[in-house]
């Protein structure tokens, strides 16, 4: 089992910068950011792997990123250049095994999510 913990998540206004953790109870292969809006299905935002590999969806290249710290035990998501399409709940995701599909909501651990909200 992996517990994963989120924090960070608040109100911005667009254009402004926040940044998500994740504490992991211990380190796994995969780990990745996720986002659900109101009525919208989960998406992948960004995955990072062991090795420091990241994938990141189009929506956020250039203004997003994903790093980890030496132990792989700690997540974070650097958000620049928030827009209003950014506000959701964000969720860390873990496996321990090497998703194909990095951006798909096929890990097996997750957390409990952590607000965010964009004004125009």
């Known amino acids: 089992q992996v517990q994963l913990v989120e924090s960070g998540g608040g109100s911005v206004q667009s254009g402004g910068s926040l940044t998500l953790s994740c504490a992991a109870s211990?380190?796994?292969?995969?780990m990745a950011w996720f986002r659900q809006a109101p009525g919208k299905e989960r998406e992948g935002v960004a995955a990072i792997d062991f090795d420091g590999a990241t994938t990141y969806a189009d929506s956020v290249k250039g203004r997003f990123t994903i790093s980890q710290d030496n132990t792989k035990r700690t997540l974070n998501l650097q958000m620049n250049l928030l827009k209003p399409e950014d506000t959701a709940m964000y969720y860390c995701?873990?496996?321990?095994?090497?998703?194909?599909?990095?951006?798909?909501?096929?890990?097996?651990?997750w957390g409990q999510g952590t607000q965010i909200t964009v004004s125009a």
């Open positions: 211990r380190s796994t292969y995969l």
């Open positions: 995701a873990a496996d321990s095994s090497n998703l194909r599909r990095r951006l798909q909501a096929e890990y097996h651990y």
